[in-house]
């Protein structure tokens, strides 16, 4: 079974700066996807980034990037130039890769931290 | 708007009572998963189709509950005699192969 350890429960920046929210986690599978989901208040569950554990490169989204250390299962988010819309709960998931009828992946499902939540201060 | 929604979106209910929830994924998916979220947590994986067929089920998923997709379409999740610590927020989530799953807003239940 995988873990997911997210151990910043909360974060508080002033708009505009940089924030880095942590994640680790714990698996004997060497084939995964790693994403960071955002939860706004109230509101639902939106993709902010993925990973495919077998890319060394790191994924980059316009102002959201991460470092993927797969060695040290480590899969941290790097929000810059931070804005008030960027408050909310963010969860690090995990999913293994399979094949068959589970090609893709998810035959159990994402495996979630308990999240941060991240308040952007005007 | 990822495309995905729930039905209805709060449910209050008395325990021992029955519920019933609907997900209408994205259409061309043909993935369907079901989360569980209590507050403070991170959604917890409870089942998974494929099309029509439940192809997964977590040891969370109480003989209480049960979970349809007839014709790999909209998804029904239902809880029978509902408890108190059932209460809780029920998520939906579909894709295709890749990986990415788009959530809908969730079923929010309170069971008194």
């Known amino acids: 079974a995988q873990t997911v350890t997210q151990s910043q429960p909360e974060m508080s920046v002033q708009e505009a700066e940089t924030v880095t929210l942590s994640c680790t986690y714990d698996?004997?599978?060497?084939?995964?996807?790693l994403f960071w989901y955002k939860q706004p208040p109230s509101r639902q569950m939106i993709l902010v980034i993925r990973?495919?554990?077998?890319?060394?490169q790191n994924a980059t989204e316009n102002r959201f990037s991460v470092n993927f250390q797969k060695a040290a299962k480590s899969f941290s988010l790097k929000i810059s130039d931070s804005q008030l819309g960027d408050t909310a709960m963010y969860f690090c998931?995990?999913?293994?890769?399979?094949?068959?009828?589970?090609?893709?992946?998810?035959?159990?499902?994402?495996?979630f931290g308990k999240g941060t939540h991240l308040i952007i201060q005007p | 708007d990822t495309g995905v929604s729930q039905d209805p979106r709060h449910k209050i209910t008395k325990r021992g009572q029955n519920v019933t929830f609907r997900c209408d994924p994205i259409?061309?998916?043909?993935?369907l998963y079901w989360y569980r979220q209590t507050l403070g947590q991170g959604p917890e994986f409870l089942t998974y189709?494929?099309?029509?067929?439940?192809?997964?089920k977590s040891r969370l998923l109480s003989d209480r509950f049960s979970a349809e997709r007839p014709k790999g379409s909209f998804s029904t999740l239902e809880i029978q005699r509902t408890e108190q610590g059932d209460s809780a927020m029920y998520l939906c989530?579909?894709?295709?192969?890749?990986?990415?799953?788009?959530f809908g807003p969730g079923t929010r239940l309170t069971v008194l």
């Open positions: 989530a579909s894709t295709l192969a890749g990986g990415t799953q788009y």
């Open positions: 259409s061309e998916h043909n993935r």
């Open positions: 990973q495919e554990a077998y890319k060394q």
């Open positions: 189709f494929q099309n029509e067929a439940q192809l997964e």
């Open positions: 998931a995990f999913m293994k890769h399979e094949l068959g009828v589970y090609s893709g992946g998810g035959a159990d499902g994402l495996t």
């Open positions: 698996t004997s599978e060497s084939n995964y996807y």
